[in-house]
T-cell receptor, first 115, second 114 residues
Framework: DAKTTQPPSMDCAEGRAANLPCNHSTISGNEYVYWYRQIHSQGPQYIIHGLKNNETNEMASLIITEDRKSSTLILPHATLRDTAVYYCIVRVEGYSGGGADGLTFGKGTHLIIQP | SQTIHQWPATLVQPVGSPLSLECTVEGTSNPNLYWYRQAAGRGLQLLFYSVGIGQISSEVPQNLSASRPQDRQFILSSKKLLLSDSGFYLC?????????????FGNGTRLTVT
């Protein structure tokens, strides 16, 4: 599976857009980009995922570069409750016999929303 | 909407005691179910997954076992806990196997074996 690189920490002012970058330069054509976040002592929360096109849902937007080597997660109006560790991962599209294959969390980005 | 429940939230057990953690999913039928462990400072380790009632696949040989007695119920068990079984246990579900289908996690059980 492709690996990802994220900054270890970021700050963002409450009410502003939080833009979290992720590099995945070795991503394959059949690998999805996923974003999860984890608040201390809770389970990971699914945010969004995409293959090639930009995606938007009620939580966030995912912008994937044309060459798919990097992506940005955008939280449009950050609140204090968005303070968490954000994980960018890639997962192969098909099932290769390993259950939830590819769901390997790195160290992520610790996003701190400042009041 | 779909929800996933795990209990208990925290558990302290002595070495050698049995374990039973339960997970249930609501709002969906025939989900794929998973048990993960997240050790402190480390990533997620897939322990078991299930594609249907009575169907369990083990990813890592260990002191634990899993069962799926009902469509939306997944249980993690041990007959005798070891100190190394301490960790944060997460249950998850998905519609399909593979990367096209997101996994949705419960809030986890923090197990401390003393």
């Amino acid at each position: 599976d492709a690996k990802t690189t994220q900054p270890p920490s970021m700050d963002c002012a409450e009410g502003r857009a939080a833009n979290l970058p992720c590099n995945h330069s070795t991503i394959s054509g059949n690998e999805y980009v996923y974003w999860y976040r984890q608040i201390h002592s809770q389970g990971p929360q699914y945010i969004i995922h995409g293959l090639k096109n930009n995606e938007t849902n009620e939580m966030a937007s995912l912008i994937i570069t044309e060459d798919r080597k990097s992506s940005t997660l955008i939280l449009p109006h950050a609140t204090l409750r968005d303070t968490a560790v954000y994980y960018c991962i890639v997962r192969v599209e098909g099932y290769s016999g390993g259950g939830a294959d590819g769901l390997t969390f790195g160290k992520g980005t610790h996003l701190i929303i400042q009041p | 909407s779909q929800t996933i429940h795990q209990w208990p939230a925290t558990l302290v057990q002595p070495v050698g005691s049995p374990l039973s953690l339960e997970c249930t999913v609501e709002g969906t039928s025939n989900p794929n179910l998973y048990w993960y462990r997240q050790a402190a400072g480390r990533g997620l380790q897939l322990l078991f997954y299930s594609v249907g009632i009575g169907q369990i696949s083990s990813e890592v040989p260990q002191n634990l076992s899993a069962s799926r007695p009902q469509d939306r119920q997944f249980i993690l068990s041990s007959k005798k806990l070891l100190l190394s079984d301490s960790g944060f246990y997460l249950c998850a579900w998905s519609v399909r196997l593979g990367g096209a289908s997101p996994l949705h996690f419960g809030n986890g059980t923090r197990l401390t074996v003393t």
